[in-house]
């Protein structure tokens, strides 16, 4: 079993920065990728970043590129978002979730971390 805890939300003007952080424990060893999701109350949860926990592959939506940086430390087991030039559209909950080896889908999920951007 996998479990996330996200930390770094919080409220910023537009403009500002944060740094998001996903923490790994148990059996982090099947680990196959890390991303990271947002979800705005009444719409449907989308896809931010994504992270290949074994090689450099990155994903960032057309959204955020540019702005938004995934990265990983894997001794760490944890990857971040660094949230650079935010956007009052920016403003959702973000998740954090592992696709395990093996599997298609994002099947563990953290509990959430909001962020606010105002303008």
């Known amino acids: 079993q996998i479990r996330l805890e996200e930390s770094g939300g919080g409220s910023v003007q537009a403009g500002g920065s944060l740094r998001l952080s996903c923490a790994a424990s148990?059996?982090?060893?099947?680990?196959?990728?890390m991303g990271w999701f947002r979800q705005v109350a009444g719409k449907e949860r989308e896809i931010v970043s994504v992270?290949?926990?074994?090689?450099?592959?990155?994903y960032s939506s057309d959204s955020v590129k540019g702005r938004f940086t995934i990265s990983k430390d894997v001794v760490k087991n944890t990857a971040y978002l660094q949230m650079n030039n935010l956007e009052p559209e920016d403003t959702a909950l973000y998740y954090c979730?592992?696709?395990?080896?093996?599997?298609?889908?994002?099947?563990?999920w953290g509990q959430g971390t909001q962020v606010t951007v105002s303008s």
């Open positions: 979730a592992v696709r395990t080896l093996g599997r298609a889908e994002y099947g563990v």
């Open positions: 148990g059996r982090t060893s099947y680990i196959d990728t």
């Open positions: 992270i290949s926990w074994r090689g450099p592959v990155t």
